[in-house]
């Protein structure tokens, strides 16, 4: 760590030097991880026959020395990483945002962040994104996601020449390659991305235990010169493309055995140091691989002053800032386990084309399979057969033994893997089994719980520094309806000095994996009292993975919805009716919840009564309504004891009813239009 202190914010060679050094001398601390990587890779995708070259510097897959040797592969690697990436991303999220005080407005500060976290993260296409990162997690060991601002996205919007600052409109001309200055310029309003990193692309502190602990990070990816051009300027558009870029930088692709990648493309370097005590705001670069400054060394663009990276790990090694994974540890079992099958193979292509041992004197040449051949020769010369010995009976105990260690190690066995244990007889102990698997996963699901937290408090962090305009988003609201939020990143703090972005994130993934385990565990808190299935409808949800399918057939959204737009109208001072045939549930329940909500106690006092007079006036008539249901009732049953001539008195006296249940109606609309 002690060399970033020889890096000079001000001076573009310093900063140059000390990344080109890095980037040249990775051979030495990553090059080991660097082939394990790229082997679990090649074995998860089928070619377990690939190796690595060490004299070449290439993966290939070596040919056969004889055409009849078998070389079966039995994929046992792949099941383990679905299996892994499945448990790490089947759960939503479900956003909190700590407020910063108990003032209100903190608390409103806290639900707009919430409802922003949960509009980004569609718009982000995070949930794609995220199992991206459980991928290479799961074969890789560490992936990351990266969160920034990008001046490319966004609305397009017209500025005129003459608003812009000097200096800033003179840096603009030059990028694009503007000789004269035009009247209107066209530019994009920016918004923050969130990229996946692979770990072939990051380097970091060698020294540092954790991502953390590290005071400089190096990003390096292969860009087309379209991109380059497009993104720093038409000043770079006679930057040489080159194809001799190492293979270590491109996710690995069976077939490129020359090393070498298949397109052209410029290698650039991204450069972050965090805040210390002589870059008191960081440093931030970017250059291409001969040294081509992209982007001069400038102050860490993100108030955090952190790297804009999260590290998803998925076992944690004290020796290693990158960790290890299952994966890697099962690679020698699964080698194994293909010899032994390409031996079993081997065997059986000798008994089904059996060897023969032909005396020189009997002058057959050629011996075949086919059914009713006869074979002349000279007596006594005769030809025989070769005895094969039959395979012994340990070796389907040795298949099974190094399938047994593979999923030790990787710690998924037959139960969970919808496999029935011999001897297990009860249902509870196949759970207890399932769960005991599932318990490992938990420090996997807490740091990956703990990554998607960071990324969101980045994302925050960047919205509220980078956005100074208002702008106008959809977000899901209170009650699940869509909504349209404007906002700007000043709405995102407060005037306390209290921190505005504790963000958390709950997946629900510490619990029991296994959809059996989850019921079982809902059935034990409601049988203990701990959660009620109508209190706590929603967490019961959750906690079995229902939520979102039952939120796509909710027959009451719409009446939830309607609701929604009449609150909003009564915050307008506008009238609204309460009318027969309604949902009154629906909307007793909607109307409650608002008034349990923050903003609630930021309305005025007449539009809270007006609020008040329309909930009471769905209480009437619904109380009307429940009248009317039961005078009707009683009306069937009176007319089915009496027979056919008082069924027909019956049916007046229902009329009647409805009649008058109708005026009380029309009163009670009245009445609620003259309150409101």
Same mark, same amino acid.
């Given at each position: 760590m002690?060399?970033?202190?020889d890096?000079?914010k001000?001076k573009k060679?310093s900063?140059?030097?000390?990344v080109?050094d890095?980037?040249?001398?990775r051979h030495?601390?990553?090059s080991? /991880?660097?082939?394990s990587w790229m082997?679990?890779?090649a074995?998860?995708?089928?070619?377990?026959?690939?190796d #690595?070259?060490?004299s070449?510097?290439t993966f290939?897959?070596p040919?056969?020395?004889?055409?009849?040797k078998?070389r /079966?592969v039995?994929n046992?690697? /792949?099941p383990i990483?679905?299996?892994?990436? $499945?448990?790490l991303v089947?759960?939503?999220n479900?956003w909190?945002v700590?407020p910063a005080t108990a003032?209100q407005?903190?608390?409103n500060?806290? !639900?707009?962040?919430?409802k922003?976290?949960?509009?980004?993260?569609?718009i982000?296409d995070? *949930?794609?994104k995220l199992?991206r990162v459980?991928f290479w997690? $799961?074969?890789?060991?560490s992936?990351?996601?990266?969160?920034g601002?990008d001046?490319?996205?966004g609305?397009?919007?017209s500025i !005129?020449s003459?608003d812009?600052?000097?200096e800033t409109?003179r @840096?603009?001309? !030059?990028?694009q390659g503007?000789?004269?200055?035009?009247?209107?310029l &066209?530019?994009?309003?920016?918004?923050a991305f969130?990229?996946? =990193?692979?770990?072939?692309n990051?380097l970091f502190?060698? @020294?540092? +235990?954790?991502m953390?602990?590290?005071?400089w990070?190096v990003e390096?990816?292969?860009?087309?010169?379209?991109w380059v051009?497009d993104?720093y300027?038409? &000043?770079?558009k006679?930057l040489?493309?080159?194809?001799s870029?190492?293979l270590f930088?491109?996710?690995?692709?069976?077939?490129?055995?020359t090393?070498k990648l298949p397109?052209?493309?410029?290698?650039v370097?991204?450069f972050?140091? =965090?805040?210390?005590?002589?870059?008191?705001?960081g440093?931030h670069a970017?250059m291409?691989?001969d040294?081509q400054m992209?982007k001069?060394?400038?102050?860490? *663009?993100?108030d955090h002053g952190?790297?804009?990276y999260?590290?998803f790990l998925?076992i944690?090694d004290?020796a290693?800032?990158?960790?290890t994974n299952?994966?890697?540890q099962?690679r020698?079992?699964?080698?194994?386990?293909n010899r032994?099958?390409?031996?079993?193979?081997?065997n059986?292509?000798?008994?089904?084309?059996?060897?023969?041992l +032909?005396?020189?004197?009997?002058t057959?040449?050629?011996?075949? @399979?086919k059914p009713g051949q006869v074979?002349?020769y000279n %007596?006594p #010369?005769?030809?025989e !057969?070769?005895?094969?010995?039959?395979? *012994?009976a340990?070796l389907?105990?040795?298949l099974?033994r190094t399938?047994?260690?593979?999923?030790d190690t990787a710690?998924?066995?037959d139960v969970?893997?919808?496999?029935?244990e011999?001897?297990?007889?009860s249902?509870?102990?196949?759970?207890?089994l399932?769960?005991?698997d599932?318990?490992?996963?938990?420090?996997?699901?807490?740091? #990956?719980d703990k990554g998607v937290?960071k990324t969101?408090k980045q /994302?925050?962090?960047?919205?509220?520094v980078?956005?100074?305009?208002?702008?106008?988003?959809e977000?899901r609201?209170?009650?699940?309806?869509?909504?349209?939020?404007?906002? &700007?990143?000043g709405?995102?703090k407060?005037k306390?000095?209290?921190?505005?972005?504790?963000v958390r994130t &709950?997946t629900y993934g510490?619990?029991p994996?296994s959809?059996?385990?989850?019921?079982?565990?809902?059935?034990?808190?409601?049988?203990?009292?701990?959660l009620? *299935?109508q209190? %706590?409808?929603?967490e019961l949800?959750?906690?079995?993975?229902a939520?979102d399918v039952?939120?796509?057939?909710?027959?009451?959204s @719409?009446?939830?919805?309607?609701q929604?737009?009449?609150?909003?109208?009564?915050?307008?001072?506008?009238? =609204?009716? =309460?009318?027969f045939?309604?949902?009154?549930?629906?909307?007793i329940s909607?109307i409650?919840?608002f008034i349990?909500?923050n903003?609630w106690?930021?309305?005025?006092?007449?539009?809270k009564?007006a609020?008040s007079?329309?909930?009471?006036n769905?209480?009437?008539q619904q109380?009307?309504?429940l009248i009317?249901q039961?005078a #009707?009732?009683?009306g069937m049953m009176g007319?089915?004891?009496?027979?056919r001539?008082?069924?027909?008195?019956?049916s007046?006296?229902?009329g009647?009813?409805?009649q008058?249940?109708?005026?009380?109606?029309d009163?009670?609309?009245?009445?609620?239009?003259?309150t409101?």
């Open positions: 002690a060399e970033l202190f890096v000079s001000g060679n900063v140059k030097d000390f080109l890095k980037f040249s001398s030495e601390t990553m080991e /991880l660097y082939r082997l679990n890779l074995w998860v995708r089928g070619y377990q026959n690939t #690595f070259d060490s070449n510097r290939r897959t040919s056969a020395k004889h055409p009849w078998a /079966l039995s046992l690697m /792949l990483v679905r299996r892994n990436v $499945s448990q089947h759960n939503t479900v909190d700590i003032d407005e903190d608390l500060i806290s !639900q707009t962040a919430k922003l976290l949960l509009a980004y993260w569609d982000l995070m *949930p794609q199992l459980a997690q $799961s074969v890789c060991s992936a990351f996601l990266k969160v601002w001046t490319q996205a609305d397009e919007v !005129q003459q812009v600052e000097a409109l @840096n603009f001309l !030059q990028l503007f000789t004269e200055t035009p009247k209107e &066209k530019v994009r309003e920016g918004d969130i990229d996946v =990193v692979t770990p072939f990051m502190d060698p @020294n540092a +235990n954790i953390e602990e590290s005071m990070s390096s990816q292969i860009k087309s010169k379209d051009i993104t300027g038409n &000043k770079w006679d040489t493309e080159t194809d870029q190492e930088l491109y996710p690995f692709i069976h077939g490129e055995r090393g397109t052209k493309g410029i290698l370097h991204e972050n140091a =965090v805040r210390s005590r002589k870059h008191k705001n440093i970017i291409s691989s040294g992209l001069t060394p400038q102050d860490m *663009p993100y952190e790297l804009p999260t590290h998925e944690y004290p290693s800032l990158w960790g299952a994966a890697e099962v020698p079992h699964q080698a194994r386990y032994v099958q390409s031996a079993v193979l081997e059986i292509n000798i008994n089904t084309n059996i060897q023969w +032909n005396p020189r004197q009997s057959i040449k050629q011996f075949t @399979n074979y002349n %007596h #010369f005769k030809p !057969q070769t005895t094969i010995k039959p395979l *012994p340990y389907d105990r040795f099974d399938r047994l260690d593979m999923q710690s998924t066995h969970s893997e919808a496999k029935a011999p001897g297990i007889r249902g509870k102990a196949v759970l207890a399932q769960d005991a599932d318990s490992v996963k938990g420090p996997v699901l807490l740091w #990956f937290a969101g /994302l925050l962090q960047i919205l509220s980078k956005i100074s305009d208002e702008r106008l988003i977000v609201g209170t009650f699940s309806e869509q909504e349209t939020l404007s906002f &700007k990143g709405d995102l407060g306390s000095r209290g921190n505005y972005f504790k &709950k510490r619990q994996l959809r059996a385990g989850r019921e079982g565990l809902v059935e034990t808190l409601i049988n203990l009292q701990l009620h *299935p209190i %706590h409808r929603e949800l959750h906690l079995i993975g939520a039952l939120s796509i057939y909710d027959e009451n @719409n009446d939830r919805l309607r929604h737009e009449e609150i909003k109208q009564l915050m307008e001072q506008q009238e =609204v009716g =309460v009318y045939g309604q949902n009154h549930d629906v909307h909607s409650k919840k349990a909500s903003q106690d930021e309305l005025e006092p007449q539009i009564e609020i007079q329309h909930l009471r769905h209480l009437e109380t009307i309504e009317y039961q #009707f009732a009683s007319g089915q004891n009496e027979g001539g008082s069924q027909g008195r019956g007046q006296g229902r009647s009813q409805g008058g249940s109708q005026g009380q109606g009163r009670s609309q009245t009445g609620a239009q003259a409101s």
